[in-house]
């Protein structure tokens, strides 16, 4: 049991919803008690859907969040992670490098024990979960392939306009609206012998969309 007499470690994180869950072994490491999520100065704005839908993924794993100092002072900035980031690393090596957790210039995390959990659910249960946002499209990818071999297996998960294009594009697959159980059901997934799992976030097993030239 901590001591209530224990230093409060205090981070602040302005996403986006991956880099954040790729941030989660980070945060234990260092001992994290609360996490403040910030808007950044650039892109999209954490504030509104996306914070919503990853707090209850965040309360899954014990981690306290908000988009609210409540006058708590900060420990660890992770505002400029991305200076340590390279496209061979991934994200969760590229933040700890960033907090000197790992030596920055060839450090890399060791996990040997699963970091997040999330409560069983049905919808993904034997699906093929496919979310394709305009950020990270390959047209090499034989989208058309995937959707005549699995069918009604498969469930989109997105923006209605990004379900609408990807059906025009390669046929009708079902939309799933899961709101604020959005990172919940992202990492739900698991792999199979028979199944692809095509998903956008980088913390569950996946098949990118790569095409061999």
Known sequence: MKSPFSKQITFTHSGHIGDIIAFIPIYRSLQGNFLLVMDADWGEPMT???????????????IESSMSA????????MSNWRECYRH?????????RFVNLVPKEIGQMT?????IKVEADLLT??????????????D???????????????????????????????GNVLHV???????????????????????????VPRLPTICHT
């Open 177 to 203: 609206r899961i709101g604020r159980k959005r990172g919940r059901v992202l990492v739900n997934v698991r792999p199979s012998l028979d199944g692809l799992h095509l998903l956008e976030e980088g913390v």
């Open 70 to 77: 409540d006058g708590r002072s900060v420990d660890y900035d």
């Open 111 to 115: 996990i040997t024990d699963p970091w």
């Open 125 to 138: 249960k034997g699906r093929v979960i496919i979310n394709r946002s305009p950020r990270y499209w390959n």
């Open 88 to 96: 061979e690393i991934s994200l969760m090596d590229s933040q700890a």
């Open 140 to 170: 090499s990818f034989p989208w058309k392939d995937v959707v005549n071999l699995f069918g009604e297996r498969v469930l989109f998960i997105g923006q209605k306009s990004e379900h609408a294009d990807f059906c025009q594009r390669f």
């Open 48 to 62: 509104g859907y996306k914070y919503d839908s990853l707090k209850p993924l965040l309360d899954d794993q014990g």
